[in-house]
């Protein structure tokens, strides 16, 4: 998903400072820890069935939540925000009770849970769910009239929550190993869900059901309703696992606009297939649907809203032209396929997993149509939007996410590892082998910092905690001194240790390896060095360095 762009500041604090400041509640815990009624059974597969009313904006509906039981336990959260409403809870078709704390509800289940036993209860619900503000930053559900009759419906929940919109449970750390999505709209408009469509009921009410079926674990934010009066074509892009199908889906006045600008989308898909390994859902196809907000990632149906134009709405984030070389939104919520969808966190507080990697397949993207400069071009430019506020990893258990320096600054630590790896093909196996590894799971952050460290053969823990922990950049002093060139790192966190390509005067190239500690190289006449420009770092020259 992309962040909105604010005006950028200084302002160090520390995450203890940035957890303190912020009075955590109950509801935040519920929502973001696994709590002991979320952690006793394991989510196998949901069915979820809603009918969308335009009329007055409400939903209705239920979700049939199939669980492996872990261990034995009588008390399930399924979380629902407010203002919708739970109305019923059937197992094995006796109706249960439950109570309500906030957003979350708990059933007390009368037939016993015996470990190892998949059960299943059917979720019933209605109401009006909260409007998006500002999707897809501040989501909910989009009603918007077309003009032409019809309502386009959309939803849009990273960070707010699946359960904006259906019962869930709500927390990333599960998912579902496939799922089943019954739409029923009026016969004047059709629904775009994701994974392939497996048939449609045409109901005597004047509506018809559209049956989706996801054959992949998904994330709870990736599920989407797209309603619109919807025109579409289809493609076979020839990928490294065979044939994938390509849907597209617009609105009819944007149909020749849009059969222009999603030639993109093979593009990406080989661009990304090269740095990342196979698109991860061959099975379930992959679509691009037209929304009326910017976009998201997802899963298999990506929404589009970047007005035809290249760029992120017409304007090059990087300032270096190259960003006017491609439409933002296909590029960058496509790349979130890999990370965010096939590799999924597991907690908020590292969602630089999906935006670090994520921002910088924008730049790999660059480099893999218009060369390595250009990529490199792209990636630096980004800089200038860098706000060095708040660390980036945010605060666990109380769905939290940190620094939106996850995208800016995490693409640029992400290039700077590269060149710390010093071998381009060796990264790209780095990258390509986290999707592998991990492919369809959800993970802990430091699973990902710990692979690269063991791939690059290389304890990369101290790079990672400054740059995803530390809000300081990293500064090499120098000084030309009697005995050579004298070096280290400062505002740094202690014990930082990231080598370092530096240019000499007399055009010679070194690998420093600085530490906190002051050490020598022996030069002769250079005075001067100047530090390779695709390190995320800063430089001082002292007058003076002591041993």
């Given at each position: 998903m992309l962040r909105k762009l604010a005006g950028i500041g200084l302002l160090f604090v520390s995450l203890a400072s940035f957890a303190q400041q912020k009075a955590f509640t109950h509801a935040d815990t519920l929502r973001g820890s696994i709590t002991p009624e979320r952690e006793w059974w394991d989510l196998n597969y949901y069915h979820l069935s809603v009918r969308p009313n335009a009329n007055d904006s409400s939903l209705a509906g239920s979700t049939l939540i199939t669980y492996k039981v872990l261990k034995s336990y009588q008390t399930m959260q399924v979380d629902l925000q407010e203002p919708l409403q739970i109305t019923k809870v059937v197992q094995d078709g006796e109706a249960l009770t439950y109570r309500r704390d906030g957003n979350a509800f708990f059933i007390t289940l009368k037939k016993k849970q015996e470990t190892g036993k998949t059960e299943s209860v059917e979720v019933f619900y209605a109401?009006?769910?909260?409007?998006?503000?500002?999707?897809?930053?501040?989501?909910?559900?989009?009603?918007?009239?077309?003009?032409?009759?019809?309502?386009?419906?959309?939803?849009?929940c990273q960070g707010?929550?699946?359960?904006?919109?259906?019962?869930?449970?709500?927390?990333?750390?599960?998912?579902p190993d496939s799922m089943l999505i019954s739409m029923t709209v009026p016969k004047n408009v059709m629904d775009v869900s994701n994974g392939n469509l497996r048939s449609v009921v045409e109901n005597s009410d004047n509506s018809h059901t559209f049956n989706w079926a996801v054959k992949n674990p998904i994330n709870n934010y990736g599920v989407n309703m797209n309603v619109a009066n919807y025109v579409s074509w289809k493609e076979t892009f020839k990928g490294e696992k065979g044939d994938l199908q390509l849907s597209y889906y617009v609105l009819p006045q944007n149909l020749e606009k849009a059969k222009e600008q999603f030639k993109q989308a093979p593009k990406m898909l080989k661009a990304f297939e090269h740095w990342f390994g196979p698109y991860p859902f061959y099975e379930d196809g992959y679509k691009l649907v037209e929304v009326p907000y910017l976009g998201m990632e997802h899963q298999s149906s990506v929404t589009y809203g970047n007005d035809y134009k290249m760029g992120y709405r017409g304007k090059d984030l990087s300032n270096t032209g190259w960003g006017l070389k491609w439409d933002f939104i296909i590029i960058h919520e496509s790349g979130h396929e890999w990370f965010a969808n096939n590799i999924t966190y597991?907690?908020?507080?590292?969602?630089?997993?999906?935006?670090?990697?994520?921002?910088?397949?924008?730049?790999?993207?660059?480099?893999?149509?218009?060369?390595?400069?250009?990529?490199?071009?792209?990636?630096?430019?980004?800089?200038?939007?860098?706000?060095?506020?708040?660390?980036?990893?945010?605060?666990?258990?109380?769905?939290?996410?940190?620094?939106?320096?996850?995208?800016?600054?995490?693409?640029?630590?992400?290039?700077?590892?590269?060149?710390?790896?010093?071998?381009?093909?060796?990264?790209?196996?780095?990258?390509?082998?986290?999707?592998?590894?991990?492919?369809?799971?959800?993970?802990?952050?430091?699973?990902?910092?710990?692979?690269?460290?063991?791939?690059?053969?290389?304890?990369?823990?101290?790079?990672?905690?400054?740059?995803?922990?530390?809000v300081r950049i990293p500064v090499l002093e120098y000084a030309f001194t009697g005995k050579g060139l004298q070096y280290r790192w400062i505002n740094t966190i202690e014990g930082f240790d990231m080598p370092v390509k530096v240019k000499l005067a007399s055009g010679k190239e070194e690998f420093l390896s600085?530490?906190?500690?002051?050490?020598?190289?022996?030069?002769?006449?250079?005075?001067?060095?100047?530090?390779d420009r695709n390190f995320y770092v800063e430089s001082k020259e002292s007058k003076q360095a002591s041993l």
């Open positions: 109401g009006k769910p909260r409007l998006a503000k500002r999707p897809p930053w501040d989501g909910g559900v989009q009603w918007v009239p077309d003009g032409k009759g019809n309502t386009i419906i959309s939803t849009s707010l929550g699946a359960s904006v919109w259906w019962p869930c449970k709500d927390h990333m750390y599960d998912e597991k907690d908020v507080a590292d969602m630089w997993v999906h935006e670090s990697f994520t921002n910088y397949s924008e730049n790999l993207y660059t480099e893999y149509y218009y060369g390595k400069k250009a990529g490199e071009d792209y990636v630096i430019g980004t800089r200038d939007l860098i706000a060095n506020d708040i660390p980036i990893v945010g605060i666990y258990g109380v769905n939290q996410e940190g620094s939106k320096d996850m995208y800016y600054k995490g693409g640029n630590m992400l290039h700077t590892i590269r060149q710390v790896v010093n071998d381009d093909e060796k990264w790209r196996q780095i990258l390509r082998g986290l999707n592998k590894t991990f492919y369809h799971q959800t993970v802990d952050g430091s699973q990902i910092e710990n692979y690269i460290s063991d791939q690059a053969g290389r304890n990369l823990s101290k790079v990672f905690d400054q740059y995803l922990r530390d600085p530490t906190n500690e002051w050490k020598t190289l022996k030069v002769k006449g250079d005075k001067s060095l100047a530090i």
